[in-house]
């Protein structure tokens, strides 16, 4: 797989806004009419956003699960079929570098965080050495504690969503004190499902994602931006804004912030219909102390992230 894009992230370029040291930027391009016949190369950032959107609000209900049963990568393809070729010929390209698979999440604003906390616990959860696996993560979180207090955020407004999480990599190590179970696919993905426990894990990580970038404001200050408006934000304002409030969609700020604090491995591969070729690329989000580990993959639409799987 040596011939996939892997683009570096830790820059941390706002998307879709020049540089800030470049004034004399031309103007953003006018929108052009959308058609059938037109080019996605012609269409703005913003355009190919809705366009995307318009696309997943038809093939989505309400009622879809917070996170999904794993599903071939065609049935994705399906949706695109009477859309721009350009999405299926990427779909293609990723089937055939052994992405056989996804796993759809809710498109609600928090489907970053939710693909990203379940994939983490399946991938220890079907790891080699479980237990091991497991006994590393919950150091790991364990450790973030003290980060969200120096941040200040007070033990009794974290401590219920950590022990959402927390009892999840417990029920690795051993089995659930009510069911005598331990962890496995099918409750994993029953507890994702229930709003309460899927909830909860992602306003721990919204949280914890916000300490680090509190923790660390002169890596992060230059990168935060309205991501409507472009304008600079204080670090406070942007985590209250845009990391804390739920329902807020993540950015490479966010997914730098959040790989570091647990020290994960994470790639992301940019589904956008802009590649003629059909090729994807991905950008990757890399622990320095984990460089090792195997990343988690999650699939990036304008608007969406799903996870997904190669198999092979």
Same mark, same amino acid.
């Given at each position: 797989?040596?011939?996939?894009?892997?683009?570096?992230?830790?820059?941390?370029?706002?998307?879709?806004?020049?540089?800030?040291?470049?004034?004399?930027?031309?103007?953003?391009?006018?929108?052009?009419?959308? =058609?059938?016949?037109?080019?996605?190369?012609?269409? =703005?950032?913003?355009?190919?956003?809705?366009?995307?959107?318009?696309?997943?609000?038809?093939?989505?209900?309400?009622?879809?699960?917070? +996170?999904?049963?794993?599903?071939? +990568?065609?049935?994705?393809?399906?949706?695109?079929?009477?859309?721009?070729?350009?999405?299926?010929?990427?779909?293609?390209?990723?089937?055939?570098?052994?992405?056989?698979?996804?796993?759809?999440?809710?498109?609600?604003?928090?489907?970053?965080?939710?693909?990203?906390?379940?994939?983490?616990?399946?991938? +220890?959860?079907?790891?080699?050495?479980?237990?091991?696996?497991?006994?590393?993560?919950?150091?790991?979180?364990?450790?973030?504690?003290?980060?969200?207090?120096?941040?200040?955020?007070?033990?009794?407004?974290?401590?219920?969503?950590?022990?959402?999480?927390?009892?999840?990599?417990?029920?690795?190590?051993?089995?659930?004190?009510? =069911?005598?179970?331990?962890?496995? =696919?099918?409750?994993?993905?029953?507890?994702?499902?229930?709003?309460?426990?899927?909830?909860?894990?992602?306003?721990?990580?919204?949280?914890?994602?916000?300490?680090?970038?509190?923790?660390?404001?002169?890596?992060?200050?230059?990168?935060?931006?309205?991501?409507? +408006?472009?304008?600079?934000?204080?670090?406070?304002?942007?985590?209250?804004?845009?990391?804390?409030?739920?329902?807020?969609?993540?950015?490479?700020?966010?997914?730098?912030?959040?790989?570091?604090?647990?020290?994960?491995?994470?790639?992301?591969?940019?589904?956008?219909?802009?590649?003629?070729?059909?090729?994807?690329?991905?950008?990757?989000?890399?622990?320095?102390?984990?460089?090792?580990?195997?990343?988690?993959?999650?699939?990036?639409?304008?608007?969406?992230?799903?996870?997904?799987?190669?198999?092979?």
């Amino acid at each position: 797989m040596s011939d996939i894009t892997t683009p570096v992230a830790p820059k941390l370029e706002p998307a879709a806004l020049p540089p800030v040291d470049d004034v004399n930027a031309p103007p953003p391009p006018l929108a052009v009419p959308v =058609t059938e016949a037109t080019e996605l190369s012609q269409l =703005t950032t913003a355009q190919v956003y809705e366009l995307n959107q318009s696309l997943l609000d038809e093939a989505s209900d309400v009622e879809r699960p917070l +996170i999904d049963q794993l599903l071939p +990568i065609s049935a994705l393809r399906a949706e695109y079929e009477n859309g721009n070729p350009a999405f299926t010929k990427q779909i293609d390209w990723l089937t055939e570098k052994g992405y056989q698979y996804i796993r759809r999440t809710r498109g609600d604003g928090d489907c970053f965080y939710r693909s990203l906390a379940f994939a983490y616990v399946e991938q +220890i959860m079907s790891s080699i050495q479980p237990d091991d696996s497991a006994q590393k993560a919950l150091t790991v979180l364990r450790d973030t504690k003290p980060m969200l207090e120096q941040a200040g955020f007070q033990e009794i407004v974290y401590q219920d969503f950590y022990e959402e999480l927390e009892s999840l990599l417990l029920r690795v190590l051993r089995p659930n004190e009510i =069911t005598h179970q331990r962890l496995d =696919t099918v409750t994993l993905l029953q507890s994702f499902q229930t709003p309460e426990v899927s909830n909860s894990i992602v306003v721990y990580l919204r949280l914890l994602t916000s300490a680090q970038v509190r923790a660390d404001p002169d890596a992060f200050a230059p990168f935060l931006f309205h991501p409507e +408006i472009g304008e600079p934000l204080e670090v406070r304002e942007f985590c209250e804004a845009f990391i804390e409030a739920v329902g807020k969609e993540a950015d490479h700020v966010q997914m730098t912030a959040l790989s570091r604090a647990l020290g994960l491995n994470v790639d992301v591969a940019y589904l956008d219909g802009r590649d003629s070729s059909g090729q994807v690329d991905f950008v990757q989000f890399r622990n320095p102390e984990g460089s090792t580990l195997t990343p988690i993959t999650l699939l990036y639409r304008p608007g969406h992230y799903d996870i997904l799987l190669n198999m092979g």
